[in-house]
Protein backbone atom coordinates (compact mmCIF):
# COMPACT_ATOMS: atom_id res chain seq x y z
CA UNK A 1 0.00 0.00 0.00
CA UNK A 2 1.43 3.91 -1.02
CA UNK A 3 1.95 5.66 1.95
CA UNK A 4 1.73 10.07 1.86
CA UNK A 5 2.50 12.48 3.71
CA UNK A 6 -0.71 14.15 2.43
CA UNK A 7 -3.41 12.91 0.66
CA UNK A 8 -5.98 15.31 -1.50
CA UNK A 9 -9.51 14.71 -1.99
CA UNK A 10 -10.70 16.76 -5.32
CA UNK A 11 -8.73 18.33 -7.72
CA UNK A 12 -10.32 21.82 -8.45
CA UNK A 13 -9.00 25.07 -8.02
CA UNK A 14 -8.24 24.88 -3.78
CA UNK A 15 -7.38 20.92 -4.30
CA UNK A 16 -4.70 20.89 -6.87
CA UNK A 17 -3.20 24.86 -5.38
CA UNK A 18 -2.95 22.61 -2.02
CA UNK A 19 -1.66 19.72 -3.49
CA UNK A 20 1.47 22.11 -5.39
CA UNK A 21 2.36 23.77 -2.35
CA UNK A 22 2.40 20.47 -0.14
CA UNK A 23 4.57 19.14 -2.65
CA UNK A 24 6.88 22.51 -2.95
CA UNK A 25 7.69 22.27 0.74
CA UNK A 26 8.32 18.57 0.42
CA UNK A 27 5.79 16.30 1.15
CA UNK A 28 5.13 13.26 -0.74
CA UNK A 29 1.37 14.17 -2.17
CA UNK A 30 -1.33 12.58 -3.49
CA UNK A 31 -4.21 14.08 -5.45
CA UNK A 32 -7.83 12.21 -5.98
CA UNK A 33 -10.53 12.66 -8.64
CA UNK A 34 -13.22 10.56 -9.35
CA UNK A 35 -13.60 12.31 -12.74
CA UNK A 36 -11.74 11.98 -15.45
CA UNK A 37 -9.89 15.32 -15.92
CA UNK A 38 -8.29 17.29 -13.30
CA UNK A 39 -9.64 21.05 -12.68
CA UNK A 40 -12.53 20.53 -11.28
CA UNK A 41 -16.04 22.44 -11.20
CA UNK A 42 -14.29 25.51 -11.93
CA UNK A 43 -12.12 24.62 -14.66
CA UNK A 44 -14.41 21.85 -16.63
CA UNK A 45 -17.73 23.18 -15.98
CA UNK A 46 -17.28 26.22 -14.19
CA UNK A 47 -14.90 30.00 -14.11
CA UNK A 48 -12.86 29.18 -17.32
CA UNK A 49 -16.18 27.45 -19.82
CA UNK A 50 -18.19 29.81 -18.67
CA UNK A 51 -15.57 33.01 -19.55
CA UNK A 52 -14.85 31.65 -22.86
CA UNK A 53 -18.55 31.59 -23.56
CA UNK A 54 -19.13 35.13 -22.10
CA UNK A 55 -15.84 36.23 -24.62
CA UNK A 56 -17.38 34.89 -27.84
CA UNK A 57 -20.67 36.10 -27.17
CA UNK A 58 -19.22 39.38 -26.32
CA UNK A 59 -17.33 38.98 -29.79
CA UNK A 60 -20.52 38.60 -31.62
CA UNK A 61 -22.39 41.40 -29.90
CA UNK A 62 -19.82 43.88 -30.60
CA UNK A 63 -19.74 42.72 -34.22
CA UNK A 64 -23.63 43.38 -35.17
CA UNK A 65 -23.78 45.96 -32.87
CA UNK A 66 -20.86 48.54 -32.49
CA UNK A 67 -18.51 46.92 -35.21
CA UNK A 68 -20.19 49.58 -37.86
CA UNK A 69 -19.66 52.56 -34.95
CA UNK A 70 -15.92 52.12 -35.44
CA UNK A 71 -15.94 52.64 -39.27
CA UNK A 72 -15.33 48.27 -39.88
CA UNK A 73 -17.71 46.88 -42.45
CA UNK A 74 -18.84 43.33 -42.28
CA UNK A 75 -20.32 42.20 -46.03
CA UNK A 76 -23.38 40.09 -45.74
CA UNK A 77 -24.92 38.98 -42.41
CA UNK A 78 -23.06 38.03 -39.24
CA UNK A 79 -24.50 34.63 -37.80
CA UNK A 80 -23.86 32.62 -34.76
CA UNK A 81 -22.11 29.12 -35.26
CA UNK A 82 -22.87 27.95 -31.84
CA UNK A 83 -21.36 24.46 -32.41
CA UNK A 84 -18.51 25.95 -33.12
CA UNK A 85 -18.70 28.54 -30.00
CA UNK A 86 -19.04 25.73 -27.60
CA UNK A 87 -16.31 23.38 -29.56
CA UNK A 88 -13.73 26.43 -28.82
CA UNK A 89 -15.45 26.72 -25.52
CA UNK A 90 -14.04 23.43 -24.77
CA UNK A 91 -10.97 23.90 -26.62
CA UNK A 92 -10.19 25.78 -23.50
CA UNK A 93 -10.94 23.65 -20.87
CA UNK A 94 -9.17 21.09 -22.47
CA UNK A 95 -6.14 22.87 -22.69
CA UNK A 96 -6.10 24.42 -19.29
CA UNK A 97 -6.78 21.40 -17.45
CA UNK A 98 -3.91 19.54 -19.32
CA UNK A 99 -2.03 22.01 -17.99
CA UNK A 100 -2.81 20.76 -14.54
CA UNK A 101 -1.61 17.64 -15.15
CA UNK A 102 1.69 18.67 -16.51
CA UNK A 103 1.64 20.69 -13.04
CA UNK A 104 1.16 17.11 -11.21
CA UNK A 105 4.00 15.63 -12.92
CA UNK A 106 6.26 18.89 -12.87
CA UNK A 107 6.09 18.47 -8.91
CA UNK A 108 6.03 14.44 -8.86
CA UNK A 109 1.97 14.14 -7.23
CA UNK A 110 0.45 11.13 -8.08
CA UNK A 111 -2.61 11.46 -9.56
CA UNK A 112 -5.48 8.62 -8.53
CA UNK A 113 -8.71 8.79 -10.78
CA UNK A 114 -11.58 7.31 -8.64
CA UNK A 115 -14.17 7.92 -5.92
CA UNK A 116 -12.04 8.52 -2.56
CA UNK A 117 -13.73 7.48 0.57
CA UNK A 118 -12.56 7.36 4.13
CA UNK A 119 -11.94 3.62 5.17
CA UNK A 120 -10.56 5.57 8.63
CA UNK A 121 -8.83 8.66 9.39
CA UNK A 122 -5.47 7.59 8.17
CA UNK A 123 -7.21 5.03 5.46
CA UNK A 124 -8.71 5.96 2.07
CA UNK A 125 -9.80 3.86 -0.59
CA UNK A 126 -10.12 4.90 -4.16
CA UNK A 127 -13.20 3.19 -6.04
CA UNK A 128 -12.24 3.35 -9.83
CA UNK A 129 -14.60 2.96 -12.58
CA UNK A 130 -14.53 -0.49 -13.20
CA UNK A 131 -15.49 -1.23 -9.38
CA UNK A 132 -12.01 -1.78 -8.45
CA UNK A 133 -10.44 -0.63 -5.80
CA UNK A 134 -7.52 0.23 -4.26
CA UNK A 135 -5.86 1.89 -0.97
CA UNK A 136 -3.75 4.50 0.09
CA UNK A 137 -2.45 5.84 3.58
CA UNK A 138 -1.85 9.12 4.79
CA UNK A 139 -0.69 11.13 7.43
CA UNK A 140 -2.96 13.88 6.89
CA UNK A 141 -5.61 14.65 4.08
CA UNK A 142 -7.34 17.46 2.80
CA UNK A 143 -11.07 17.62 1.47
CA UNK A 144 -11.73 19.61 -1.29
CA UNK A 145 -14.25 18.13 -2.74
CA UNK A 146 -16.37 21.43 -3.52
CA UNK A 147 -20.11 22.03 -4.88
CA UNK A 148 -22.45 21.17 -6.66
CA UNK A 149 -25.55 23.09 -8.22
CA UNK A 150 -28.05 23.48 -5.93
CA UNK A 151 -32.46 23.50 -6.85
CA UNK A 152 -35.98 23.78 -5.16
CA UNK A 153 -37.17 20.34 -3.70
CA UNK A 154 -39.93 20.78 -6.21
CA UNK A 155 -38.11 21.22 -8.98
CA UNK A 156 -37.51 17.95 -11.76
CA UNK A 157 -33.77 18.74 -13.34
CA UNK A 158 -34.18 16.67 -16.34
CA UNK A 159 -31.03 18.20 -18.11
CA UNK A 160 -32.65 18.85 -21.41
CA UNK A 161 -35.23 21.78 -20.93
CA UNK A 162 -35.09 22.02 -17.09
CA UNK A 163 -31.20 23.30 -16.73
CA UNK A 164 -28.25 23.57 -14.31
CA UNK A 165 -25.36 25.88 -15.38
CA UNK A 166 -23.47 22.26 -16.58
CA UNK A 167 -25.92 21.78 -19.30
CA UNK A 168 -26.44 25.50 -20.23
CA UNK A 169 -22.48 25.27 -21.21
CA UNK A 170 -23.07 22.88 -24.10
CA UNK A 171 -26.69 23.57 -25.27
CA UNK A 172 -27.37 22.74 -28.96
CA UNK A 173 -29.16 25.35 -29.62
CA UNK A 174 -29.84 29.00 -28.92
CA UNK A 175 -33.17 29.46 -26.84
CA UNK A 176 -36.13 30.97 -27.89
CA UNK A 177 -36.60 32.32 -24.37
CA UNK A 178 -34.19 31.37 -21.57
CA UNK A 179 -36.12 32.14 -18.18
CA UNK A 180 -33.21 32.19 -15.69
CA UNK A 181 -34.32 30.90 -11.94
CA UNK A 182 -31.83 33.19 -9.78
CA UNK A 183 -30.31 36.62 -10.00
CA UNK A 184 -26.83 35.36 -8.64
CA UNK A 185 -23.48 35.25 -11.06
CA UNK A 186 -24.04 32.48 -12.45
CA UNK A 187 -27.51 33.20 -13.57
CA UNK A 188 -26.82 36.69 -14.36
CA UNK A 189 -23.39 35.42 -16.61
CA UNK A 190 -25.28 32.80 -18.50
CA UNK A 191 -28.07 34.99 -19.23
CA UNK A 192 -26.35 37.33 -20.50
CA UNK A 193 -24.23 34.85 -22.83
CA UNK A 194 -27.88 33.85 -24.43
CA UNK A 195 -29.29 37.28 -25.11
CA UNK A 196 -26.43 37.91 -26.98
CA UNK A 197 -26.43 35.12 -29.02
CA UNK A 198 -30.31 36.38 -29.74
CA UNK A 199 -32.93 34.56 -27.04
CA UNK A 200 -35.33 36.45 -24.62
CA UNK A 201 -34.03 35.98 -21.43
CA UNK A 202 -35.94 36.25 -18.23
CA UNK A 203 -34.53 36.59 -14.35
CA UNK A 204 -37.06 35.31 -11.96
CA UNK A 205 -35.53 36.43 -8.66
CA UNK A 206 -37.10 35.52 -5.13
CA UNK A 207 -35.40 38.40 -3.14
CA UNK A 208 -35.97 42.46 -4.16
CA UNK A 209 -32.72 43.00 -6.17
CA UNK A 210 -29.93 40.67 -8.09
CA UNK A 211 -26.40 39.95 -6.65
CA UNK A 212 -28.01 40.95 -3.28
CA UNK A 213 -24.91 40.10 -1.86
CA UNK A 214 -23.07 42.80 -3.19
CA UNK A 215 -22.80 46.61 -2.20
CA UNK A 216 -26.61 47.91 -3.34
CA UNK A 217 -25.30 51.07 -5.71
CA UNK A 218 -23.92 47.60 -7.71
CA UNK A 219 -27.23 46.11 -7.63
CA UNK A 220 -29.07 48.82 -9.33
CA UNK A 221 -26.53 49.71 -11.90
CA UNK A 222 -26.14 46.43 -13.10
CA UNK A 223 -30.14 46.01 -13.00
CA UNK A 224 -30.11 49.06 -15.12
CA UNK A 225 -27.38 48.48 -17.58
CA UNK A 226 -29.01 44.95 -18.52
CA UNK A 227 -32.44 46.29 -18.86
CA UNK A 228 -30.63 48.42 -21.14
CA UNK A 229 -29.71 45.03 -23.02
CA UNK A 230 -33.01 43.86 -23.14
CA UNK A 231 -33.23 41.47 -19.96
CA UNK A 232 -36.03 41.25 -17.95
CA UNK A 233 -36.57 41.40 -14.32
CA UNK A 234 -39.29 39.61 -12.07
CA UNK A 235 -37.58 40.51 -8.85
CA UNK A 236 -40.04 39.84 -5.52
CA UNK A 237 -40.88 36.36 -7.41
CA UNK A 238 -41.48 33.41 -5.24
CA UNK A 239 -41.03 30.26 -7.84
CA UNK A 240 -43.51 27.75 -6.71
CA UNK A 241 -43.51 25.34 -9.97
CA UNK A 242 -41.90 24.74 -12.65
CA UNK A 243 -43.25 21.90 -15.39
CA UNK A 244 -42.00 20.50 -18.72
CA UNK A 245 -44.72 20.05 -21.60
CA UNK A 246 -42.53 18.55 -24.32
CA UNK A 247 -40.46 21.64 -25.24
CA UNK A 248 -41.88 24.20 -23.56
CA UNK A 249 -41.32 25.11 -19.99
CA UNK A 250 -43.93 26.72 -17.72
CA UNK A 251 -42.61 28.27 -14.32
CA UNK A 252 -45.30 29.54 -12.26
CA UNK A 253 -44.55 32.42 -9.41
CA UNK A 254 -46.00 34.57 -7.01
CA UNK A 255 -45.19 38.21 -7.47
CA UNK A 256 -44.86 40.17 -3.98
CA UNK A 257 -48.47 41.27 -4.08
CA UNK A 258 -49.01 37.28 -4.22
CA UNK A 259 -50.73 36.57 -7.09
CA UNK A 260 -49.53 34.11 -9.34
CA UNK A 261 -47.44 34.81 -12.47
CA UNK A 262 -47.00 32.14 -15.69
CA UNK A 263 -43.92 32.36 -17.62
CA UNK A 264 -42.88 30.23 -20.32
CA UNK A 265 -39.87 29.59 -22.28
CA UNK A 266 -38.41 26.56 -23.82
CA UNK A 267 -35.49 26.10 -21.57
CA UNK A 268 -35.42 26.75 -17.78
CA UNK A 269 -31.98 27.60 -15.92
CA UNK A 270 -32.41 26.83 -12.08
CA UNK A 271 -29.85 29.11 -10.80
CA UNK A 272 -30.40 29.11 -7.18
CA UNK A 273 -27.09 28.91 -5.71
CA UNK A 274 -24.57 25.65 -5.02
CA UNK A 275 -24.03 23.18 -2.00
CA UNK A 276 -21.26 21.77 -0.60
CA UNK A 277 -20.70 17.92 -2.16
CA UNK A 278 -19.29 15.39 0.05
CA UNK A 279 -21.13 12.29 -1.31
CA UNK A 280 -19.68 9.46 -1.59
CA UNK A 281 -16.80 10.36 1.01
CA UNK A 282 -17.60 8.15 3.67
CA UNK A 283 -17.08 11.16 6.69
CA UNK A 284 -18.63 9.23 9.30
CA UNK A 285 -15.69 6.12 8.95
CA UNK A 286 -13.41 8.97 9.97
CA UNK A 287 -15.26 10.58 12.54
CA UNK A 288 -15.49 14.21 10.48
CA UNK A 289 -18.66 16.12 11.81
CA UNK A 290 -20.52 18.23 9.40
CA UNK A 291 -22.19 21.12 9.91
CA UNK A 292 -25.60 22.69 8.30
CA UNK A 293 -26.30 22.81 4.65
CA UNK A 294 -24.08 19.44 4.21
CA UNK A 295 -20.81 21.68 5.08
CA UNK A 296 -17.63 20.16 6.58
CA UNK A 297 -17.12 21.51 10.13
CA UNK A 298 -13.24 23.55 10.63
CA UNK A 299 -11.86 25.47 12.85
CA UNK A 300 -9.96 28.62 11.96
CA UNK A 301 -6.97 26.38 10.94
CA UNK A 302 -9.15 25.07 8.55
CA UNK A 303 -8.69 21.50 10.63
CA UNK A 304 -11.90 19.54 10.99
CA UNK A 305 -12.70 17.61 13.95
CA UNK A 306 -10.19 14.97 13.13
CA UNK A 307 -7.01 16.47 13.75
CA UNK A 308 -5.52 14.98 11.12
CA UNK A 309 -8.30 15.75 8.46
CA UNK A 310 -8.51 19.62 6.77
CA UNK A 311 -10.58 20.91 4.60
CA UNK A 312 -11.01 23.91 2.12
CA UNK A 313 -13.22 25.74 -0.96
CA UNK A 314 -16.84 25.12 -1.37
CA UNK A 315 -17.39 21.95 0.78
CA UNK A 316 -16.62 24.41 4.25
CA UNK A 317 -17.92 27.94 5.01
CA UNK A 318 -17.57 31.07 3.40
CA UNK A 319 -18.19 32.80 0.08
CA UNK A 320 -18.22 29.87 -2.99
CA UNK A 321 -14.75 31.42 -4.93
CA UNK A 322 -12.11 29.71 -7.14
CA UNK A 323 -9.62 32.12 -5.53
CA UNK A 324 -11.01 31.61 -2.09
CA UNK A 325 -10.47 27.84 -2.14
CA UNK A 326 -6.80 28.29 -3.44
CA UNK A 327 -5.90 30.64 -0.66
CA UNK A 328 -7.24 27.88 1.62
CA UNK A 329 -4.92 24.96 0.07
CA UNK A 330 -2.14 26.92 0.49
CA UNK A 331 -3.11 28.02 4.38
CA UNK A 332 -3.56 24.40 5.08
CA UNK A 333 -0.02 23.21 3.40
CA UNK A 334 1.84 26.04 5.22
CA UNK A 335 0.17 24.84 8.26
CA UNK A 336 1.57 21.15 7.79
CA UNK A 337 4.75 22.20 7.15
CA UNK A 338 5.01 24.32 10.17
CA UNK A 339 4.17 27.80 9.29
CA UNK A 340 2.10 30.80 9.90
CA UNK A 341 -0.10 31.66 7.40
CA UNK A 342 -3.06 33.72 7.73
CA UNK A 343 -6.08 34.98 5.53
CA UNK A 344 -7.89 38.08 5.96
CA UNK A 345 -11.29 36.87 4.44
CA UNK A 346 -12.41 40.21 4.25
CA UNK A 347 -10.23 41.06 1.63
CA UNK A 348 -11.30 38.29 -0.75
CA UNK A 349 -12.74 40.24 -3.93
CA UNK A 350 -16.08 39.28 -5.65
CA UNK A 351 -16.48 39.30 -9.13
CA UNK A 352 -19.78 39.00 -11.80
CA UNK A 353 -18.25 38.26 -15.25
CA UNK A 354 -21.25 40.28 -16.70
CA UNK A 355 -20.37 42.99 -19.20
CA UNK A 356 -20.27 45.67 -17.55
CA UNK A 357 -18.54 43.60 -14.91
CA UNK A 358 -19.11 43.55 -11.31
CA UNK A 359 -16.32 43.58 -9.20
CA UNK A 360 -16.04 44.43 -5.12
CA UNK A 361 -13.86 43.99 -1.51
CA UNK A 362 -14.08 44.61 1.84
CA UNK A 363 -17.43 45.87 3.56
CA UNK A 364 -20.90 46.98 1.62
CA UNK A 365 -22.39 50.77 2.77
CA UNK A 366 -25.75 48.32 3.74
CA UNK A 367 -22.78 46.22 6.25
CA UNK A 368 -21.30 49.26 8.09
CA UNK A 369 -24.79 51.01 8.24
CA UNK A 370 -25.85 47.71 10.31
CA UNK A 371 -22.45 47.67 12.14
CA UNK A 372 -23.24 51.41 13.01
CA UNK A 373 -19.80 52.35 11.77
CA UNK A 374 -19.20 56.04 10.49
CA UNK A 375 -18.24 56.25 6.69
CA UNK A 376 -17.57 58.37 4.14
CA UNK A 377 -18.63 57.86 0.40
CA UNK A 378 -16.35 58.73 -3.14
CA UNK A 379 -17.75 57.96 -6.38
CA UNK A 380 -16.70 58.75 -9.78
CA UNK A 381 -18.42 57.65 -12.99
CA UNK A 382 -16.91 55.80 -15.52
CA UNK A 383 -18.41 57.91 -18.25
CA UNK A 384 -16.67 60.79 -17.18
CA UNK A 385 -13.23 58.88 -18.59
CA UNK A 386 -11.47 59.59 -21.86
CA UNK A 387 -10.61 55.80 -22.12
CA UNK A 388 -14.28 54.71 -21.59
CA UNK A 389 -15.18 57.03 -23.80
CA UNK A 390 -12.64 55.91 -26.67
CA UNK A 391 -13.94 52.12 -26.11
CA UNK A 392 -17.33 53.40 -25.92
CA UNK A 393 -17.42 51.08 -22.35
CA UNK A 394 -19.04 54.68 -20.86
CA UNK A 395 -21.57 52.22 -18.42
CA UNK A 396 -20.66 52.14 -14.59
CA UNK A 397 -18.67 53.63 -11.61
CA UNK A 398 -16.03 53.05 -9.24
CA UNK A 399 -17.27 53.59 -5.27
CA UNK A 400 -14.67 53.13 -2.35
CA UNK A 401 -16.08 53.43 0.94
CA UNK A 402 -13.63 54.84 3.80
CA UNK A 403 -14.11 54.92 7.57
CA UNK A 404 -15.12 58.73 8.56
CA UNK A 405 -12.55 59.66 11.08
CA UNK A 406 -9.18 57.67 9.95
CA UNK A 407 -9.71 57.41 6.05
CA UNK A 408 -8.71 54.15 5.99
CA UNK A 409 -10.66 52.24 2.92
CA UNK A 410 -12.92 49.69 3.94
CA UNK A 411 -14.25 48.80 1.08
CA UNK A 412 -14.41 49.40 -2.58
CA UNK A 413 -17.33 48.77 -5.35
CA UNK A 414 -16.83 49.09 -8.94
CA UNK A 415 -18.78 48.40 -12.10
CA UNK A 416 -17.57 48.50 -15.30
CA UNK A 417 -15.10 47.60 -18.09
CA UNK A 418 -12.09 45.32 -16.94
CA UNK A 419 -13.38 45.92 -13.10
CA UNK A 420 -12.61 42.15 -12.88
CA UNK A 421 -8.61 42.85 -13.09
CA UNK A 422 -9.42 46.21 -11.49
CA UNK A 423 -10.19 44.99 -7.86
CA UNK A 424 -6.76 43.64 -7.67
CA UNK A 425 -5.49 47.30 -6.57
CA UNK A 426 -8.30 47.77 -3.89
CA UNK A 427 -7.31 44.08 -2.50
CA UNK A 428 -3.58 45.44 -2.44
CA UNK A 429 -4.15 49.22 -0.96
CA UNK A 430 -6.70 47.38 1.47
CA UNK A 431 -3.82 44.69 2.64
CA UNK A 432 -1.60 47.68 3.44
CA UNK A 433 -4.53 49.34 5.28
CA UNK A 434 -4.01 52.65 2.76
CA UNK A 435 -5.98 55.95 2.96
CA UNK A 436 -8.81 57.07 0.54
CA UNK A 437 -5.85 60.19 0.34
CA UNK A 438 -3.36 57.48 -0.14
CA UNK A 439 -4.80 56.13 -3.08
CA UNK A 440 -5.74 59.68 -4.37
CA UNK A 441 -2.05 60.88 -4.25
CA UNK A 442 -0.41 58.19 -6.63
CA UNK A 443 -0.37 58.58 -10.14
CA UNK A 444 -2.41 56.28 -12.37
CA UNK A 445 -1.77 56.44 -16.02
CA UNK A 446 -3.85 58.20 -18.26
CA UNK A 447 -5.67 57.12 -20.04
CA UNK A 448 -6.71 54.13 -18.35
CA UNK A 449 -10.22 52.66 -16.32
CA UNK A 450 -8.27 52.61 -13.19
CA UNK A 451 -8.16 56.69 -13.60
CA UNK A 452 -11.56 56.04 -11.62
CA UNK A 453 -9.96 54.57 -8.85
CA UNK A 454 -7.89 57.68 -8.01
CA UNK A 455 -11.12 60.17 -8.59
CA UNK A 456 -13.34 58.25 -5.99
CA UNK A 457 -10.65 58.54 -3.71
CA UNK A 458 -10.40 61.74 -4.22
CA UNK A 459 -13.79 62.47 -4.45
CA UNK A 460 -13.94 60.37 -0.64
CA UNK A 461 -10.88 62.43 0.55
CA UNK A 462 -11.83 66.01 -0.28
CA UNK A 463 -14.62 65.63 -2.52
CA UNK A 464 -12.73 66.98 -5.13
CA UNK A 465 -12.32 64.83 -8.14
CA UNK A 466 -10.63 66.27 -11.06
CA UNK A 467 -12.75 65.41 -14.10
CA UNK A 468 -16.95 65.85 -12.81
Known amino acids: MSSYDVAVIGSGPGGYVAAIR ?95 SFKD ?4 NITKEDGTVEAIQAKNTIIATGSKPSSLPFIKIDKERVITSTEALKLKEVPKHMIVIGGGVIGLELGQVYKRLGAEVTVVEYLDRIIPGMDGACSKELTKVLKKQKI ?55 GIKQEERGRVAVNEHLQTNVSNIYAIGDVIKGAMLAHKAEEEGTLVAEILAGQKPHIDYNLIPGVVYTWPEVAAVG ?64 VVAMEFRASAE ?24 EDRPIHI
Not at 121 to 124: G, P, R
Not at 264 to 283: M, P
Not at 370 to 383: L, S, T, W
Open 363 to 426: KTEEQLKEAGVAYKVGQFPMRALGRARASMDIDGFVKIIADKNTDEVLGVHMVGARVADLISEA
Open 121 to 124: ATNI
Open 438 to 461: DIARMSHAHPTYAEAVKEAALAAT
Open 22 to 116: CAQLGMKTAIIEKYATLGGTCLNVGCIPSKALLDSSHHYEDAIKHFDTHGIEIPGEVKVNLEKMISRKQAVVDQTTGGIDFLMKKNKIDVFQGIG
Open 232 to 286: KFALSHKVKSVERNGNEVVVKADNKKGEEVTFTGDYCLVAVGRHAYTDGLNLEAA
